[in-house]
């Protein structure tokens, strides 16, 4: 066994290198990490309404989950969310105050039901509620876990800063590694992955994407009516 005081050296040589390449990766980017945490925590108080075509997948052991949705949100707590393409395809569901109301696609759209917000029919197959695909989900992951470098990318139609996450959680799991995208004009998020080793591997088990997004628009309160 190595002495404990060669273990802290060890400990104190990684932590300093961690910093350095930190510190070479802000100088070279022009922008530090918190800079970019602190510009999205702003630009998500400025927020108070929201409309995106939200992609989502979703992965627990061997199932999938592939979900478009028309997504609308009005803070404090209005979501609405209809289901373009995937699994139910058709049904709607306007969140507020704790509670759900739930329309279903197809023959029985007629029959709205009133559901907790865990209920199973309201939930991802890995329990993600509704009130999770808000920006304030990933502004809590970027605040509450320790990001380990920074990019940037071009994705899709954006400019964007790639803030990268090692070990970390949220209230439901433990992820290997997260990226999250950060729009490099609005510094809102755009994207999320999330990866957890599996046998080994590095597998992603959920993803997001937030295309056509518009912020500050007005949304008619019928919208956030079932």
Request: hydrophobic share 35%; with cysteine.
């Amino acid at each position: 066994m190595k002495p404990l005081n060669y273990q802290k050296k060890i400990k104190h040589h990684f932590i300093l290198f961690l910093s350095f390449i930190l510190l070479s990766t802000s100088l070279s980017l022009g922008i530090s990490i918190d800079e970019v945490i602190r510009k999205a925590q702003e630009a998500n108080n400025k927020v108070s309404t929201l409309y995106s075509i939200l992609e989502v997948y979703n992965r627990i052991g061997n199932n999938e989950e592939y979900i478009t949705y028309k997504f609308y949100y009005q803070k404090p707590d209005k979501i609405r969310l209809e289901v373009l393409e995937g699994k139910d395809k058709g049904t709607i569901m306007v969140y507020q105050t704790g509670k759900v109301r739930y329309k279903k696609g197809g023959l029985l759209s007629f029959i709205p039901l009133s559901l907790n917000v865990d209920d199973p029919l309201a939930i991802s197959i890995r329990k993600g509620q509704i009130p999770d695909l808000t920006f304030d989900y990933i502004i809590d992951l970027l605040i509450n876990n320790n990001p380990t470098g920074l990019k940037e990318i071009a994705f899709l139609n954006y400019n964007c800063y790639i803030v990268e996450i090692g070990n970390s959680r949220d209230k439901l799991y433990n992820y290997s590694f997260q990226r999250i995208y950060i729009e490099k004009n609005s510094f809102l998020p755009v994207s999320l992955e999330q990866y957890e080793d599996i046998k080994g591997k590095r597998t992603l088990v959920h993803r997001r994407i937030y295309k056509n997004l518009q912020i500050n628009i007005k949304i008619d309160p019928q919208i956030f009516e079932i």
